[in-house]
């Protein structure tokens, strides 16, 4: 196709405008209302959500249903740890890795015993974990009061970085920095981050050996593969990006219940994997924002629209966007089982069946 | 020792329902090696189908026997056209895909269900009515009503009907070959579409069924009921060796009692530092600890392929 796309000025300057647009979209957007900043907070929280998935469906071809539990699990530790709950309040940067450990455990626990199943049995086992976690959270309020139940864990500590409070507002450079618009920064900084892990980890021996795994087991194990090892590691590995994300998730929210890690949150993950592209870390971001921002417009036109049309609201706008995931998956699977913007490697797949 | 009579009795009608829900799981892994996520909520179609027919019937004034069979029999009916619908739109044009493929629409398919549902049925639970009345027998301290009984009376009607179809029948030997050996079995001429197809149907009319005897068990209609239920059906079936047609009247039994028994005596077994309202765990946890010990299930045989 055409040659600027490669070429090394074009690219370097579709990145600064990528960069700039990135920087300045909080201020657009808080002009739209500091809602609109807190949303696209946690359409970031959920792109580490789906590359974290990613990892394990993606990369490793094993289905996980329960994914969501993972975050649970960061977000109570990072609840447990700093809030009034306990009276124990430790800064995030201690915490943070303590959660994604925690994660990575769990995620070891249930895997160490199902990685060696059948992939659409690992799916059930996972959903049924994810279950079980949520069952734990909301009736661990005794005899001992651990999570406090239904209620969930409120007055969560938020970030506090060198006496800057990230919940509070601050003046710097004539500009003013609301929280949400500074978790925005922050947020982006971890997202660099884990791109950068992602591609890197893609790339990898392990990432390699991940693909040969999801390709053909029983060719990889004959290459010399660890298969059951390197499973475990996708899967802790993947736990571990939950484990971040919820802890960041708490300290944002500053109030978590079980109601937050229902089954849907898992379907919604697997929803933005799979309709981004499984496999193609840019796919998978863009599935994830899509997902994520679309209910929040149909929230903002669904309503209206009814009303104008017929008087009064036919359809709730929860019912669309999940109907919308639910088409997603059958569609996509029907008609472009890559995704919207499938990997290299599935491409080529995909290309060879047509042949 | 009554409450232990009253579990068993519990734990059995449950099972028998769960019996019934895992069969269809079990007769669609048999021949196409597929998890249909969304069989439980067909079952919950054939409730929320019935209670409107109910509901429809209900100023007619007709005998309440009349009733319930026009009800299920429109349930039934329904639930056959959307297993029907879901193979040939959902999972027919995935076969040969990689095996991720099915199970990802599988969970479209669910999800879209269950919406439409809460889209005509409203998300409040809905109170079935309760068209004959219970009545209540006591058998050494424990009670037993007639809806339990009818409960184990149809599921054991409709399990020893599909033994028949299955074993007794040129469709069921036509469906057992196909399990087998799709391609051998199209070379003897069996078309291997229908017989899936006729899978799908037969799985789903018993879906309905169960369905309809959960809601009147319960006394309620939810369009989320499924989820759960399909869950505990697939560990059933799983328990008992996923794809084998014994193996799934066996595990929902089994399950049903552990279910029941479990959810009796987890407070006085550990203090009351658990309760019942552990009780949805047991089913999950028999489901890892078969797959861990056992992952053929008890009646199942060793699959050589695990890729």
């Known amino acids: ?355 | 020792m009554d409450i232990f009579i009253q579990q068993l009795i519990n734990g059995l009608t449950l099972g028998a329902v769960y019996a019934v829900v895992a069969l269809g799981y079990t007769m669609v892994y048999g021949i196409i090696q597929l998890i249909n996520f969304a069989h439980g909520d067909v079952v919950m179609v054939g409730a929320m189908v019935a209670f409107s027919v109910i509901v429809a019937l209900a100023p007619l004034g007709l005998p309440p026997l009349v009733v319930v069979l026009v009800a299920t029999g429109c349930a039934v009916s329904a639930c056959m056209l959307i297993g029907y619908a879901m193979e040939r739109l959902a999972y027919r044009p995935l076969r040969g895909a990689p095996r991720l493929a099915p199970l990802i629409t599988a969970i479209g398919v669910s999800i879209i269900l269950q919406h439409l549902a809460m889209m005509i049925w409203s998300r409040n639970p809905l109170a079935f009515p309760q068209v004959i009345k219970t009545q209540s027998y006591d058998i050494g301290g424990a009670t037993v009503t007639n809806v339990q009984i009818a409960i184990l009376a149809i599921s054991i009607a409709i399990m020893a009907g599909l033994v028949a179809l299955v074993y007794r029948t040129r469709l069921g030997t036509a469906m057992r070959a196909t399990a087998q050996n799709p391609q051998v079995a199209g070379l003897m001429g069996i078309d291997a579409n229908r017989v899936i197809a006729f899978t799908f149907v037969i799985g789903a009319a018993l879906a309905a069924v169960a369905g309809v005897m959960v809601a009147s068990y319960y006394g309620i209609a939810h369009y989320a009921m499924g989820s759960q239920l399909g869950l505990k059906a697939f560990c059933a079936a799983v328990l008992g060796g996923i794809g084998n047609i014994p193996g799934a009247m066996l595990g929902g039994v089994l399950l049903g009692l552990v279910e029941a028994l479990g959810a009796g005596y987890i407070g006085d077994l550990t203090g009351n530092v658990f309760g019942s309202n552990y009780q949805d765990v047991f089913a999950f946890i028999v489901l890892i600890g078969v797959l861990v010990l056992r992952p053929s299930g008890l009646l199942g045989e060793r699959v050589g392929d695990r890729a």
Do not use: C
């Open chain 1, 1 to 355: 196709m055409t040659r600027w796309r490669t070429h090394p000025a074009a690219v370097r300057a579709g990145i600064a405008l990528v960069a700039l647009a990135l920087l300045a979209l909080p201020f657009a957007l808080a002009a739209a209302g500091t809602a609109w900043v807190r949303i696209t907070n946690l359409a970031i929280l959920f792109v580490f959500l789906s590359l974290g998935l990613n990892i394990v469906v993606g990369f490793a071809g094993l289905l996980d249903l329960g994914y969501i539990a993972f975050y649970a699990v960061g977000a109570y530790v990072y609840a447990l740890l700093a809030s009034p709950h306990f009276n124990i309040h430790w800064p995030f940067w201690a915490i943070l890795p303590i959660g994604a450990a925690v994660a990575a455990l769990f995620g070891v626990l249930i895997g160490a015993p199902t990685l060696k199943l059948r992939g659409d049995y690992l799916a059930i086992v996972t959903l049924g974990f994810g279950e079980i976690v949520r069952i734990f959270l909301n009736n661990l309020s005794h005899p001992v009061n651990i999570t406090n139940g239904p209620q969930g864990i409120a007055r969560i500590d938020p970030f506090r970085v060198d006496g800057v409070d990230f919940s509070k507002s601050d003046s710097f450079l004539g500009l003013t920095f609301s929280g949400p618009i500074k978790y925005y920064y922050l947020l982006l900084l971890v997202l660099l981050a884990v791109i950068f892990i992602n591609v890197r980890l893609q790339d990898s021996r392990i990432g390699r050996a991940w693909e040969a795994v999801r390709e053909d087991e029983v060719a990889a194990r004959a290459m010399g593969i660890d298969t059951r090892n390197i499973k475990l590691l996708a899967f802790a590995m993947g736990a571990s990006f939950g484990g971040i994300a919820g802890g960041m998730f708490s300290a944002i929210q500053g109030f978590i219940s079980p109601e937050s890690f229902v089954l849907v949150e898992s379907i919604m993950v697997v929803s933005m994997v799979v309709l981004g592209g499984m496999g193609n870390i840019w796919g998978v971001i863009l599935g994830a924002v899509l997902l994520s921002f679309v209910p929040e417009i149909l929230r903002f036109t669904v309503e209206p629209v009814q009303m104008r049309l017929f008087g009064r609201m036919l359809i709730e706008p929860e019912v669309i966007r999940m109907l919308i995931f639910g088409f997603a998956l059958v569609l996509v699977m029907a008609f472009r089982p890559g995704g919207l913007w499938p990997s290299a490697v599935r491409k080529r797949e995909l290309a060879e069946r047509r042949l």
